[in-house]
């Protein structure tokens, strides 16, 4: 719509100051925002120069960041020429600076309750945007923005919605255990909805408990239950600070259903105050901050595996219960110790769903060919790995290796301890 706006004249002229790759790119040593320059300093003094193995020291002049020691390197590096790594380098660059442009920002002014004459579609970014009624984003800048701060909460609505765009194998990565444990949740989360609703049908009840075989445990009396879904963030970090506003946008979208959302790990709660990361003692209840009535935000600032042992959050519940991993790095050497030995048999041991993210393909299937490896006999694929629809667009950098670009959230799988097992006879 705003490209016929603009086709018949009826689009303002664009302002000198609108988002451009030209008038968003500058060096970072010589950049306009402190930050940045700091940035680049930090760098040079911690990242190697893939070609000679010194300190980076040379700005690349096509991404406007150091990458190599010399402009001799630089020139050298056929890798780095051949495959453009400096388009994604300037990619980096330009939304960096753009963030801290000081240009109004009317794409952050989200929506907020969905009319229930307005079902929203969640095939893509974009559709998701026109039928929520976002702002129109008619820039990758404002695109970039958006998408890094909604992916997470997006990411979990897209997997939990009846309207889901991840259908079951063999079109579709969501395998025969995986519809269970989401027909699980969505029994739940649409139970007051329309074809959904179970009070007054018994035939729709018992149909979905005998489908949901090995789940009969929990049975009706569960779902009559009047509490909050929880939605557990195992290893959180960067979501653990987005505002609540953002975290709202997901229950916007189940508006019959209370959410916590609990944030666990020792870097889940950063105190702006402090400009610290906050590490309570067990004993010490959780940090809760309550958005409404149907939101609260709960921070555990320790290791899973220390409150499963302690049975902080029995009884799980997988009607209620459902558990995320945001690139956790399973298969990271320095994390195999409190995952790999700790945390991942106690998320199995739950029973509950569990999906995992990756900043790439290769990072995702590294965690996943882990989880196979080691833990097999114990656990169910609930969803193969598979690129996300609602990743994040923009791009981000490794400061420690600056080739290393990546994207949040940009790859997405399931899995769940195994309920039953099979009798040989």
Same mark, same amino acid.
């Given at each position: 719509m705003g490209f016929v706006r603009n086709a018949l004249g009826l689009e303002p002229p664009p302002s000198p100051t609108d988002p451009t790759p030209e008038n968003r790119f500058h060096p970072w040593d010589q950049s306009p925002c402190e930050a940045l320059r700091e940035r680049a300093a930090r760098i040079k003094a911690l990242a190697q120069c893939p070609v000679t193995g010194k300190n980076v020291q040379y700005i690349c002049p096509l991404s406007g960041i150091p990458t190599h020691h010399s402009r001799e390197a630089w020139s050298c590096d056929k890798y780095y020429h051949d495959n453009k790594i400096y388009e994604l380098l300037k990619k980096v660059n330009i939304y960096?600076?753009?963030?801290?442009?000081?240009?109004?920002?009317?794409?952050?002014?989200?929506p907020q309750e969905q009319g229930f004459d307005r079902m929203v579609n969640m095939t893509n970014w974009d559709l998701f945007f026109y039928t929520r009624g976002f702002y129109s984003m008619d820039t990758e800048f404002q695109l970039a923005a958006v998408t890094k701060m909604l992916s997470y909460p997006i990411t979990i609505a897209s997997l939990l919605s009846q309207f889901s765009p991840y259908s079951l194998?063999?079109?579709?990565?969501? +395998?025969?255990?995986? #519809? /269970?444990?989401? %027909?699980?949740?969505?029994?739940?989360?649409?139970?007051?909805?329309?074809n959904y609703k179970y009070s007054n049908d018994s035939t729709r009840r018992n149909n979905t408990t005998s489908f949901l075989n090995?789940?009969?445990?929990?049975? +009706?009396?569960?779902? #009559? /239950?009047?509490? %909050?879904?929880?939605?557990?963030?195992?290893?959180?970090?960067?979501?653990?600070?987005?505002?609540?506003h953002v975290w709202k946008q997901l229950q916007y979208l189940f508006t019959n259903q209370k959410f916590d959302i609990i944030f666990i790990g020792p870097e889940c709660y950063f105190d702006k105050n402090k400009q610290e990361y906050t590490k309570l003692p067990m004993e010490s209840p959780p940090i809760i901050n309550k958005i409404d009535e149907s939101l609260r935000l709960i921070y555990y600032t320790d290791y899973f595996h220390t409150f499963h042992e302690s049975q902080e959050f029995f009884p799980y519940d997988p009607y209620f219960d459902c558990f995320f991993t945001f690139h956790p790095g399973f298969a990271s050497p320095e994390n195999a110790d409190h995952w790999v030995n700790k945390t991942i048999p106690a998320l199995l041991d739950t029973k509950c769903a569990i999906f995992t993210t990756g900043f790439d393909k290769n990072d995702l299937m590294n965690d996943m060919n882990l989880l196979e490896n080691k833990f097999s006999p114990e656990m169910d694929i609930l969803m193969d790995p598979i690129k996300n629809i609602f990743g994040s667009t923009k791009w981000e950098l490794n400061d420690l290796n600056p080739h290393e670009v990546y994207r949040f959230n940009m790859y997405i799988a399931g899995f769940r301890g195994k309920r039953y097992h099979t009798i040989e006879k």
């Open positions: 960096e600076h753009d963030l801290r442009s000081g240009r109004p920002f009317p794409e952050f002014e989200f194998n063999p079109k579709g990565p969501i +395998t025969l255990e995986g #519809l /269970k444990s989401l %027909a699980a949740l969505r029994y739940t989360l649409y139970s007051n909805q329309g090995g789940y009969d445990s929990y049975n +009706t009396n569960s779902l #009559l /239950k009047n509490r %909050a879904m929880r939605l557990f963030i195992v290893g959180a970090r960067a979501e653990s600070q987005l505002p609540g």
